[in-house]
């Protein structure tokens, strides 16, 4: 008799790209999400007979293909898939013709690189690795920059509200009110943060580059990641899901 492979009812999700993992937890501690009709407990892992509904809509595998597009988020926007709590959301603002959601969040002020998706595990890979890979920023502030907060930038700043010292990173003078910053970690509205612990105040910021994906649109539209983007992308993943692994031990 072949052995029944379970999988995790999170992870199904993910699959099948109704949602990311994350997003899923969620769903399921809201007790949205139930098996055979019943409201599982967090974790719960599912045979592939099980009827998996959310909302009372069942969810089936028919997934062939995904959907990897490279989005310029105009400011204002803001990046949830609730759409019934933010009219401004990035979904209904995309109104693109599959459910896709997006990878990680660009603050609403914000404007730059997102990327979107309906594959949930290259979304859980992205954000598992998402303090190894870089992201590029292109900030104006309201006073001209000094060499002392170039330095002090790139050195590392406490946020006592966060109660984390941001890592070091790479910072270069672009002009009297603008520089550039490449981040390694992904913490909540990090450069306004370390911008505002060093007295100044962000007028403007845009994400130019997640890993090897470049900003490359006008605002306000988007392009599918093209195949040896892709690729690379799936490179970087990999190593840096060994580093991650490595590191664990």
């Given at each position: 008799?072949?052995?029944?492979?379970?999988?995790?009812?999170?992870?199904?999700l993910s699959e099948v790209g109704y949602c990311s993992r994350r997003e899923a937890d969620k769903l399921i501690d809201a007790g949205r999400v139930t098996i055979n009709g019943v409201?599982?407990?967090?974790?719960?892992?599912?045979?592939?007979?099980?009827?998996?509904?959310?909302?009372?809509?069942?969810?089936?595998?028919?997934?062939?293909s995904f959907v990897y597009l490279a989005f310029n988020k105009p400011v204002g926007i803001v990046c949830t898939t609730d759409t019934s709590v933010e009219k401004d959301n990035i979904i209904d603002f995309l109104?693109?013709?599959?459910?896709?959601?997006?990878?990680?969040?660009?603050?609403?002020?914000?404007?730059?690189?997102?990327?979107?998706?309906?594959?949930?595990d290259i979304v859980?890979?992205?954000?598992?690795?998402s303090n190894n890979h870089e992201k590029e920023y292109i900030v104006t502030v309201d006073k001209p920059i000094s060499?002392?907060?170039?330095?002090?930038?790139?050195?590392?700043?406490?946020?006592?509200?966060?109660?984390?010292?941001?890592?070091?990173?790479?910072?270069?003078?672009?002009?009297?009110y603008k520089f550039k910053i490449i981040?390694?970690?992904?913490?909540?509205?990090?450069?306004r943060r370390m911008c505002d612990y060093l007295n100044y105040e962000v007028q403007t910021l845009k994400r130019v580059r997640i890993m090897n994906i470049k900003l490359d649109t006008p605002i306000g539209e988007y392009r599918e990641l093209t195949k040896e983007e892709f690729t690379n992308l799936n490179t970087l993943l990999e190593d840096s899901?060994?580093?991650?692994?490595?590191?664990k031990k």
């Open positions: 008799m072949a052995e029944v492979t379970l999988k995790r009812i999170n992870k199904f409201v599982p407990e967090m974790g719960t892992k599912i045979a592939p007979d099980d009827v998996v509904a959310v909302d009372g809509e069942e969810i089936k595998n028919t997934k062939t109104n693109y013709p599959k459910r896709i959601f997006p990878i990680g969040r660009l603050d609403k002020p914000s404007e730059g690189l997102i990327l979107l998706t309906d594959d949930g859980n890979k992205i954000l598992r690795a060499q002392t907060f170039i330095e002090r930038m790139s050195g590392g700043i406490p946020l006592e509200e966060l109660k984390k010292t941001t890592k070091k990173c790479k910072v270069e003078r672009l002009g009297t981040l390694t970690q992904g913490l909540n509205r990090q450069i899901t060994k580093t991650y692994l490595k590191n």
